[in-house]
């Protein structure tokens, strides 16, 4: 990486930083203060006088930080920072500023949240980069879409000096909507004689029909067509000879969102989750070909071991902790499902970091439990209970809900019995877990003997790219064996 200076020292000039030739990023600055600034920027910086080129480390220690997303410009103005939107998610382009959590003339401190940020996957928090006074607000509370590096607030030294940027605007920021002036009355130029256009030949005479009152004409096929969609005949204009209906105009109807007849309605807007998550999983179903696998468990063992445990711990555990330990056991067994598509090579993963589907009143999150493998059932339970409980509230960290290398979604405690998932990309495997029932089974110890067992469904959907029919019913075999067998996740 190289940075440099344009114009001459101790004025107002941009800062270039390049990577191989290409320019990343400009600022305006004071070249005097390019000391202060590079080192927020890139630690250990060491400026060369009047070549005004400097070589940067290639590898920074540090990850990007909302630092990256400041730069300092003075011009007429006092000392101050103009703090951008930075990227709260590795997959966010965009976010919706939620609420001011900091009024201007605030005192702040580095970590202090400024902002709740809506972004792709939840609502984060923003955090302020430095010690300073808010200056101004750029952008108001429930601005959507706001692009990464777009200007929100200002940050200054001295509180004296708030005042001083009640007038300050951003060339960066969008302009607002220009109200509608009333035209001036003015007199017409003297223009040249215009040619005469020419005149038009008579049109046909239009068939005229004439219609009862309240009677309306349509064709056959577009009264089929507007029953079967559900849409009033009445609310349409026809294009028809006489203004009758057609086909092309109840299809047209159906395009642009025509009411339905007799229906009433609430149009809901979109939460940039809820975009998120039909993007990923219609690309998950157009792109990724799945097949799924289907098995009963019996639960008898499993239940009578939970029942024991929770006589020993304060914390009651769920079944769910013991899925999650079980998945991740069985990926030790058969370390394929424990894999991604990475297009033109297989990733597996050398820990299991199981996802477990919460649903939120934004949409479905997945919270991770990480290395769930060399966790026990008391560390995954009060684990998972805490994410659930951060995830409701939208308090969770980026790291927390993204990656993973296996989901597990549970729809048991609504009274699904079996269900099919869809894959979670990039990972290849998600397990679908149907209710706990009661269901009378062949006992195998006793030749034509019956009973009553607790037996669960699950339905495992794999990603036939990275598992293979039979490696998917391996696992498969290895997951129920360890919970109609529990003791052997003590082994």
Known sequence: YYAGVKGRMHSTRRLLVYSRGVLLRHHSITVRNCRAFSSKVVPSALWVNRTHFQRIPSVISSPVSPLTSIFRTYADLPQHDVVELPALSPTMSQGTLVSWEKKEGDEVKRGDVVAQVETDKATM??????????????????????????????????????????DYTSSKLPPPAAAPSKPTPSQP???????????PLPAAPRE???VPSGRIIASPYAKMLAAEKGLDLATLSGSGPGGRVVSKDV????????????VNYTDIELSNMRKTIASRLQ???QTIPHYYLTVDIIMDDLLKLRTELNGYVEQKLSVTDFLIKAAALAMDEVPEVNSSWMGDFIRQYHSVDVSVAVS?????????????ETKGLKAINANMKDLAERARLGKLKPQEFQGGTFTISNLGMFGIKQFTAVINPPQSCILAVGRTEKRVIVDEGEQ???????????????????????????????????????????L
């Open 125 to 166: 928090d923003m955090e302020v980069p430095r010690h300073g006074f808010i200056a101004k607000f750029l952008v108001g509370a429930g601005t959507k879409d706001i692009p990464l590096g777009m200007p929100l607030f200002l940050l200054v030294d001295k509180a004296e000096d708030v005042g001083k940027f009640k």
């Open 189 to 199: 130029a003297p223009s040249s004689p215009q040619p005469a256009p020419p005149t």
């Open 208 to 210: 005229q029909v004439n």
């Open 251 to 262: 299809l047209a109807a159906q395009a642009t969102g025509q009411p339905l007849a007799g």
């Open 283 to 285: 690309q998950a179903k």
């Open 360 to 372: 939120t009143e934004g949409g479905l999150i997945t919270p991770i439990i990480v290395n769930a």
């Open 448 to 490: 034509g003997s019956q009973r009553v067992a607790n037996v669960m469904t699950v339905t495992l959907s794999c990603d036939h790219r990275v598992v293979d029919g039979a490696v998917g019913a391996k696992w498969l075999g290895a997951f129920k064996s360890l919970l109609e067998k529990p003791f052997k996740m003590l």
